[in-house]
């Protein structure tokens, strides 16, 4: 009904609004608040987009650059099949790791999930030392390093992973052309490389606070 529409309805608020609250996640966004940590989850849509990719492409092994209070690895972790699968969730900082590991466990993914603290490029390198490979990867940490990220994604991927990355906009900054700090440089040069980038096929989703999408080609795709 229009009168339910006043104007600081943007189309995220819109949709966000037409699905039932989701108890879980409410619960980790309030871990988060109550330890006064940042309030930087994935935005519930995006959430639910990566439920919805997980579960479509079939993906068994996940991996997340930056795991905060565990909302976007709940979401991920949600879209393995009953029993099956796994999580593997990169964090720097040993306080978050443990609130994320606790919020995994709690949504019932505690032994469908590992937690690797410290820098995620040192963990990268280390899972690309033991040869582990994974079918679905969501970077979301230090915007600085996204192209180091998507480098070890596209030598971690199995045939046709799907890499998806958070906060491409950075709330408006990537556009502002007055902004010219390291990670909006950064920014802006990972969006364009990607776009670019013959080793995927992309797309980039301009909602929120953009997202992108893309499947690692198989060879001579
Ligand atoms: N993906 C989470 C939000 C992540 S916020 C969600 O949507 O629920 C970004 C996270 O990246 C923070 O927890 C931060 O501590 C972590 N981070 C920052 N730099 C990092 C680094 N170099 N290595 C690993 N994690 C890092
Ligand atoms: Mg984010």
Same mark, same amino acid.
């Given at each position: 009904?229009?009168?339910? @529409?006043?104007?600081?309805?943007?189309?995220?608020?819109? $949709?966000?609004?037409?699905?039932?609250?989701?108890?879980?996640?409410?619960?980790?966004?309030?871990? @988060?608040? #109550?330890?006064?940590?940042?309030?930087?989850?994935?935005?519930?849509?995006?959430?639910?987009?990566? +439920?919805?990719?997980?579960?479509? +492409?079939?993906?068994? %092994?996940?991996?997340?650059?930056?795991?905060?209070?565990?909302?976007?690895?709940?979401?991920?972790?949600?879209?393995?099949?009953?029993?099956?699968?796994?999580?593997?969730?990169?964090?720097?900082? /040993?306080?978050?790791?443990?609130?994320?590991?606790?919020?995994?466990? #709690? =949504?019932?993914?505690?032994?469908?999930?590992?937690?690797?603290?410290?820098?995620?490029?040192?963990?990268?390198?280390?899972? #690309? =030392?033991?040869? !582990?490979?994974?079918?679905? $990867?969501?970077?979301?940490?230090?915007?600085?390093?996204?192209?180091?990220?998507?480098?070890?994604? @596209?030598?971690?991927?199995?045939? !046709? =992973?799907?890499?998806?990355?958070?906060? +491409? *906009? *950075?709330?408006?900054?990537?556009?502002?052309?007055?902004?010219?700090? /390291?990670?909006?440089?950064?920014?802006?040069?990972?969006?364009? %490389?990607? =776009?670019?980038?013959? !080793?995927?096929?992309?797309?980039? *989703?301009? %909602?929120?606070?953009?997202?992108?999408?893309?499947?690692?080609?198989? /060879?001579?795709?």
């Amino acid at each position: 009904m229009s009168k339910e @529409i006043h104007r600081e309805t943007t189309p995220e608020s819109y $949709f966000d609004s037409l699905y039932e609250s989701d108890a879980e996640l409410e619960k980790i966004e309030r871990s @988060i608040r #109550e330890r006064g940590m940042p309030e930087i989850s994935v935005e519930p849509g995006y959430g639910r987009l990566l +439920t919805l990719l997980v579960r479509a +492409t079939g993906a068994r %092994s996940l991996l997340e650059v930056g795991a905060l209070g565990g909302y976007s690895g709940v979401c991920l972790a949600r879209g393995l099949p009953p029993g099956e699968g796994r999580l593997t969730s990169l964090e720097l900082k /040993p306080e978050f790791a443990e609130l994320a590991s606790a919020n995994l466990k #709690e =949504a019932g993914f505690g032994d469908r999930s590992e937690m690797l603290v410290g820098a995620a490029a040192d963990s990268l390198a280390r899972l #690309e =030392a033991e040869g !582990r490979r994974f079918d679905f $990867f969501f970077i979301d940490a230090d915007k600085e390093n996204y192209p180091v990220y998507l480098e070890f994604a @596209i030598r971690l991927a199995n045939p !046709r =992973a799907i890499v998806a990355a958070d906060n +491409t *906009l *950075l709330r408006g900054r990537t556009l502002d052309p007055n902004k010219q700090g /390291p990670s909006v440089l950064a920014i802006r040069e990972f969006n364009r %490389s990607v =776009a670019r980038d013959p !080793r995927l096929t992309s797309v980039h *989703l301009p %909602s929120y606070d953009g997202l992108l999408l893309a499947m690692v080609n198989e /060879p001579n795709a």
